[in-house]
Nanobody
Framework: QLQLVESGGGLVQPGGSLRLSCAAS????????IGWFRQAPGKEREGVAC????????EYADSVKGRFTISRDNAKNTVYLQMNSLKPEDTAVYYC??????????????WGQGTQVTVSS
């Protein structure tokens, strides 16, 4: 059964860091692009970061460039999102999703359940 499970969310103060994990089962993460998305209350879902199947290509939303880093550990079948210098506007539910192809240019057809990130003092 194909599954994506996010973890690592929580409450953090502005300027703090969190690392989100996306553990995959039922498929190999090195066969597909994996993306991170987020949705804040009252806002549309937005793409945050993506990593291609072999890690050779990564893409980031302008709002997180220089602060967030996406990476993968194929041995653990897991993709990570390291989030540094967090801001209150980063507060959202974060989702990981499996791409339909190996590159970040495709659609996303499988989604995790999400993990809440709250940045507040």
């Amino acid at each position: 059964q194909l599954q994506l499970v996010e973890s690592g969310g929580g409450l953090v103060q502005p300027g703090g860091s969190l690392r989100l994990s996306c553990a995959a089962s039922g498929f190999n993460v090195d066969d597909y692009a994996i993306g991170w998305f987020r949705q804040a209350p009252g806002k549309e879902r937005e793409g945050v970061a993506c990593i291609s199947n072999n890690g050779g290509n990564t893409e980031y939303a302008d709002s997180v460039k220089g602060r967030f880093t996406i990476s993968r550990d194929n041995a653990k079948n897991t993709v990570y999102l390291q989030m540094n210098s967090l801001k209150p506007e980063d507060t959202a539910v974060y989702y990981c999703a499996r791409g339909s192809i190996r590159l970040c240019t495709g659609n996303y057809n499988y989604w995790g359940q999400g993990t809440q990130v709250t940045v507040s003092s």
